[in-house]
């Protein structure tokens, strides 16, 4: 069992940055590759990036992808997500995730977090 909590999550102007924290429980959060995902109202949840287990590969949606950066420490059971020249369509609820089955889609995620709302508006 793991349990992942959230954390930085706010309101900023467009071209802002946040840096959002997931903290994971247990002592197997090196055999999870991590992600985050997003959810904005009234559409469904999304991939917005990944990292591998051993923090060799990332991975990003392309609408994200050289904006946002996705790291991992394995020691202190964190994975962060550094989010830069956010934009307002960027709004929505950030999830953490943690899986170990290939591929990034929602069905194979193993363990959600319950999610901190970004809000880009001027």
């Known amino acids: 069992q793991v349990q992942l909590v959230e954390s930085g999550g706010g309101l900023v102007q467009p071209g802002g940055s946040l840096r959002l924290s997931c903290a994971a429980s247990g002592r197997t959060f090196s055999r999870y590759a991590m992600g985050w995902f997003r959810q904005a109202p009234g559409k469904e949840r999304e991939f917005v990036a990944g990292i591998s287990r051993t923090d060799i590969s990332t991975y990003y949606a392309d609408s994200v992808k050289g904006r946002f950066t996705i790291s991992r420490e394995n020691v202190k059971n964190t994975v962060s997500l550094h989010m830069n020249s956010l934009k307002p369509e960027d709004t929505a609820v950030y999830y953490c995730?943690?899986?170990?089955?290939?591929?990034?889609?929602?069905?194979?995620?193993?363990?959600w977090g319950q999610g901190t709302q970004v809000t880009v508006s001027s």
């Open positions: 995730a943690a899986k170990t089955r290939p591929g990034w889609g929602t069905s194979v995620v193993d363990y």
